[in-house]
């Protein structure tokens, strides 16, 4: 096939705007016109008029304006759409044409047989004639789609609301699947119910639902499966995906390979002649690898047919002889056979025979994440006006597969052809994509239908262009998703493309994105999120000073306001609120006799409603009682007498309560009693939970328990003060002994490293002794100078009792760190006495105990001090 425009077009189409379409293939598709050169897109939009579309979305008016944005309004009282009627049998005949691929120019491709497929299709048609649902599995390239249509046939007046066929592939949520079943049962266009309306309207479609390429399961399809209790369907996917639960009671059809003979049936029939005895044994060992996959011998037909072209085995064109004067050569050899790694992998070998056109689809459908284009878009991505018939030759040589309304590349091609370099020009064939959607989906004579069911490709292009192309392409196809009803694509291009702006630093187009992606949000119910987004493009558009577009977004705004106070109506928020004037406050009270009154209010007294209360604050423990009662509660006693309760004056609140509906809390007694009512929520919480420690003063006067609880302070207080009076006494009395002991004992002698320093000779000086304290004995003194003359030394002192030391205390017997004085001549040397006899560990020689007279009186007792012999 001739490319008219050459490379020279394809250079021109990399560095500038898409190519124009053909007059040719705009006339075969009846959606793209000519048109001499693409207009012009800017930052407001396509040139040409605006397309404009009103929509009904649950109670909102909807009206799509690809200039300044989507408006929303409330639904006008008496503009309400009455509940839409069923399709009738022609208007579901249509529908179902609409949602198959559509028919390709060129010569017919003919019917493929399916074989060995009878006793599952008998055992589907069983199933559904008794209404219960079914999930065929088997593997890509099994035939799941031909049995699809076999199952269509024969079902076609079994249920009330016909058949239907929806696709499920990239669905992850039944939301959509649901939308997509009520538009195809009901006449109802341009309007998107809410979710309830929604589930209430597809619960009463009774139809055989035929769902192709299902990618979820588990709780996702139980959602799908208990929101249509009339409805049954077949459910074809992979082994790969998620099961349904055990729950859903779903039957199970698996397909397998086919059998040999099956295998060589199918070869024949996409060959179109009986095989020969060496390519039925290469299909007996093809079918040995492939496991009897049908893709895989759709496949090998069309290596086989290519290989009859290549060896020229037609039998006319044998016949035929050349002229004297006409020389044609030919080839002297013969092509083989494909190998078996060849036939399990064609893709590559296939793609080789085709004609150039084809390939240049191949590489578009690579870039594309595998999915195909329509065909009348092929002339001008490809610059060949006659690529529309590619899509028709790949389709015969297997290395497409229809998904839904479009044509996609089969499993495992992709990665074959990416593998042989059909991948190198990804960014460029995404990049020329890309900007042809973007003029093609921006113009005025494209319905918004055409461009929902275009919906992967124009998505997989959005995906793999450049940051620029992207943000154009996403601003021109938003509007025309969001009037398709294609909301699940809406939302993904609106998050692309605001992505894309930011990157781009285009800022007006990242306000108009976020404004499109809050009027989305509020129309699904999803408050939040539309307040973040709708916030998000006023700040934006008002630091463009966007006058319209900050109106459009205050506007929608206000309906999220109105939303959420409608939504507090319906379940209050949990609210602090000041105590209502009717509240009062309960203390717990002993059940006595009428002279004695209640406890006093304090942490565990509850305020309104006594039953509630005592339940969920704890009872304080009551005073001690004048005298025993029997009838006294226990503390734990939840239960509270109305008769012995404290009025208290309630808690006028500092302003007026809103009118909002609030939750209403228990009030908390005041623990810090104050003088004035609390008038900020601050003071109340400071009277709930004190920070201080220290008792606060009290309100007021109180009954008669209160000067019992004060009568028994005293007695507390006073324990209290002798104890604190004891351990003072106690530590003076340590510190006075400390003192005592840490004066040297005698000087005349140098003591011991270990013993204490006693000795009865003078002497004149005595060497410091150095001493190892131990972590309990008191700090060591400084030096202190010889006592003057007529001053009592230490020892004396020590020796003789004072009267304010109480004699039954004894020193300790370690030795002393600080150096002795030398005491004036004559001076006796006295030991410090001790209670009971002590013996000291000896130093150097023996130690030998020596008596001591003491000075005896009442109290005083007489020790032995041991003298360590030089």
Not at 284 to 290: C, E, P, Q, T, Y
Not at 594 to 622: D, F, Q, Y
């Amino acid at each position: 096939m001739d490319r008219t425009q050459g490379q020279t077009g394809r250079d021109e189409q990399a560095a500038g705007g898409p190519r124009k379409p053909s007059s040719t293939s705009a006339s075969a598709a009846g959606t793209m016109p000519p048109a001499p050169t693409p207009p012009p897109s800017g930052p407001s939009g396509p040139a040409g008029p605006a397309r404009v579309v009103t929509l009904t979305a649950g109670d909102f008016t909807l009206t799509v304006n690809p200039v300044d944005g989507s408006e929303i309004e409330p639904v006008r009282p008496g503009t309400e759409r009455a509940r839409p009627a069923k399709r009738d049998a022609a208007a579901r005949a249509a529908g179902d044409a609409a949602a198959r691929p559509p028919v390709l120019p060129g010569p017919p491709i003919p019917a493929r047989p399916l074989l060995a497929r009878g006793e599952e299709l008998e055992r589907l048609v069983r199933l559904l004639g008794r209404g219960r649902s079914v999930r065929l599995t088997g593997p890509s390239g099994s035939g799941r789609s031909a049995l699809l249509d076999a199952v269509a046939a024969r079902c076609a007046g079994l249920a009330p609301d016909g058949v239907v066929r929806l696709s499920g592939y990239g669905h992850q949520h039944p939301g959509e699947l649901l939308h997509a079943l009520h538009a195809a049962v009901y006449d109802a266009p341009r309007e998107r119910p809410e979710r309830d309306e929604l589930l209430a309207r597809v619960r009463d479609i009774g139809a055989v639902v035929l769902l192709d390429d299902l990618e979820m399961g588990g709780s996702a399809l139980d959602e799908l499966l208990r929101a249509t209790p009339e409805c049954a369907y077949v459910l074809a996917a992979t082994p790969e995906t998620k099961a349904p639960s055990d729950d859903s009671h779903v039957e199970e059809v698996f397909l397998t390979g086919l059998g040999k003979d099956d295998c060589l049936a199918l070869l024949e029939a996409g060959l179109g002649r009986p095989l020969t005895d060496e390519e039925t044994a290469w299909a007996g060992d093809l079918r040995f690898a492939s496991e009897g996959l049908p893709l895989r011998f759709v496949q090998a037909a069309a290596m086989l047919r290519q290989r009859d072209e290549l060896n020229h085995s037609d039998a006319d064109d044998d016949e035929e002889e050349p002229g004297v004067f006409q020389e044609r050569p030919r080839d002297s050899g013969v092509v083989p056979l494909p190998t078996l790694a060849e036939g399990a992998a064609p893709a590559e070998l296939l793609a080789s025979r085709v004609s150039e056109s084809a390939r240049a689809a191949l590489r578009i459908a690579c870039a594309l994440g595998g999915e195909l284009p329509h065909h009348a878009h092929l002339p001008a991505l490809v610059g060949d006006t006659h690529a529309d018939t590619a899509v028709a030759e790949l389709l015969d040589c297997g290395l497409l597969t229809p998904v839904g309304t479009r044509y996609r590349l089969a499993a495992g091609v992709a990665r074959q052809l990416e593998d042989v370099g059909y991948g190198d020009t990804v960014s460029e064939e995404a990049r020329t994509a890309a900007r042809h959607y973007a003029w093609w989906t921006g113009h005025a004579s494209v319905v918004p239908e055409r461009v929902g069911r275009e919906a992967d490709a124009v998505l997989a292009a959005l995906a793999g262009a450049d940051v620029v192309a992207a943000a154009v392409l996403a601003r021109t196809a938003a509007p025309a998703f969001a009037a398709s009803l294609h909301w699940e694509a809406w939302e993904r291009v609106l998050r692309s493309g605001a992505e894309a702006a930011r990157k781009a630093g285009e800022v007006a187009e990242q306000a108009y994105f976020h404004h499109e992606l809050g009027v989305l949000a509020l129309c699904e119910g999803r408050v939040d999120r539309a307040r973040a987004e709708l916030e998000t493009s006023i700040g934006l558009r008002g630091a463009l000073a966007d006058k319209r577009g900050t109106v459009a977004g205050r506007r929608a705004l206000a309906l999220v306001v109105d939303r959420e106070a409608a939504g507090a109506a319906a379940s209050p928020p949990l609210r602090l609120e000041a105590p209502a004037a009717a509240s009062e406050a309960v203390t717990v009270a002993t059940p006595a006799t009428p002279p004695t009154p209640a406890t006093p209010a304090g942490p565990a007294a509850s305020a309104a409603r006594p039953n509630a209360v005592t339940k969920a604050l704890p009872a304080a423990k009551p005073a001690t009682p004048v005298r025993p009662r029997p009838a006294v509660a226990p503390p734990e006693d939840p239960a509270v007498s109305e008769a012995a309760v404290t009025r208290v004056a309630p808690v006028t609140p500092a302003g007026p309560v809103s009118a909002e509906a609030v939750s209403r809390m228990t009030p908390v007694v005041p623990v810090n009693h104050r003088s004035q009512t609390p008038t900020t929520l601050s003071e109340v919480f400071e009277d709930a939970f004190p920070l201080s420690p220290e008792p606060a003063p009290a309100a007021a006067p109180v009954p008669a328990p209160a000067p019992a609880k004060r009568s028994s302070d005293p007695g507390r207080r006073r324990r209290v003060l002798l104890a604190a009076a004891g351990a003072l006494t106690v530590v003076a009395l340590g510190t006075v002994v400390s003192l005592a002991m840490t004066t040297p004992d005698t000087p005349d002698t140098e003591p011991p490293a270990n013993g204490p320093a006693v000795s009865s000779t003078p002497a004149s000086a005595s060497p410091t002794t150095v001493q190892q304290n131990s972590g309990n004995d008191p700090a060591p003194e400084p030096p202190v100078t010889a006592p003057p003359n007529g001053a009592t030394t230490p020892q004396e002192s020590a020796a003789a009792p004072s009267p304010g030391r109480t004699p039954g205390r004894t020193p300790s017997r370690r030795p002393s760190s600080t150096p002795t004085n030398s005491p004036r001549p004559g001076t006796p040397s006295t030991a410090p006495t001790t209670v009971g006899p002590t013996t000291a560990p000896t130093a150097t020689g023996e130690a030998t105990p020596t008596a001591t007279a003491a000075p005896t009186g009442p109290g005083t007792a007489t020790a032995t001090s041991p003298t360590t012999a030089p």
